[in-house]
């Protein structure tokens, strides 16, 4: 079996040197606990080792990923960048795919456009923020990395990131299982491993919809401790499940460091 860095060390060992290839991840946890800080860790690692990354960010702008990423010691701008949001079709393969909420409004546009050349008379709308245009793009993402080895291209592996699934049913938290099982049918591939955060509401640490844990092969959950009772940021993460993989059961410290990003240590 290939297991797949997460480019943070400690969690690697703990995860018996990291997450099974093809696998789906979902970090859950509050804002603030460095679910996204994660996701930059296991996107710069995978670059690094050559694998290609689709980044579907729905919180902020991917320049904006960059400098964070830039302040915790991790160089995106060395490796290409193409957004499915540019109009002109990338000239080489790029190293990375972003899906933005500039891309996924222009998915939404083409697919609105199909749906009334299809049917003039009843018309389908398609909202950015829906579970259909996210795996259209997905799936662009796909065709322009060649991921399932189109245009004569070798089959590589590629690293799917989505920051964060909870925006697609924010408005409807009910049909969260029912979506992610769609997008984990249209999306997944043998040679894709994925890391996809869900928000969890900082008043009831409850998630933002019921369900995406339950497609998910490991869930990594991260919280922080009561700021008014401890009066300073505490943040933990443990590895609730990963399949295929006798992991770590006990709690890590989580501290984020400039320079370094996520820094975990035993409980």
């Known amino acids: 079996m290939r297991r797949v860095p997460t480019g943070v060390e400690a969690l690697d060992k703990a995860l018996e040197g990291g997450i099974p290839q093809g696998s789906w991840v979902v970090v859950t946890g ?8 994660l996701c930059i860790h296991f996107a710069y690692a995978g670059l690094k080792a050559g694998d290609p990354v689709v980044y579907v960010t729905t919180e902020q702008e ?8 830039r302040q915790l010691g991790m160089d995106f701008s060395q490796f290409t960048t193409y957004s499915i949001a540019w109009k002109k079709e990338p000239e080489k393969t790029p190293n990375i795919v972003v899906v933005d909420i500039f891309g996924l409004l222009k998915v939404a546009r083409q697919l609105t456009e199909r749906a009334k050349e299809e049917s003039p008379e009843k018309v389908k709308r398609y909202a950015a923020l829906s579970i259909d245009t ?11 990395l060649a991921v399932a080895g189109e245009k004569g291209a070798p089959e590589r592996h590629v690293r799917l990131v989505v920051d964060s699934m909870s925006a697609f049913w924010v408005d ?10 769609q997008l984990k049918i249209a999306t997944h591939r043998d040679n894709v491993t ?8 900082p008043t009831t640490r409850q998630a933002y919809g019921f369900g995406l844990e339950h497609i998910a092969d490991g869930v990594i959950h991260m919280w922080m401790d009561d700021v008014e009772s ?8 443990i590895i609730k499940k990963m399949r295929m993989t006798a992991h770590d059961s006990k709690a890590f410290r989580v501290r984020i460091e400039t320079g370094r990003g996520i820094v975990l240590e035993r409980a």
């Open 30 to 37: 509050e804002p603030g606990v460095g679910k996204s800080i």
């Open 62 to 69: 991917f320049r904006d990923v960059m400098e964070q990423a």
């Open 134 to 144: 996210l795996i259209e793009a997905v799936n662009e993402a796909y065709r322009i």
């Open 172 to 181: 409807k938290p009910v049909l969260a299982r029912k979506y992610s099982y």
């Open 194 to 201: 994925a890391m996809l955060t869900s928000q969890y509401a």
């Open 230 to 237: 401890a009066k300073e940021i505490r943040r933990w993460l």
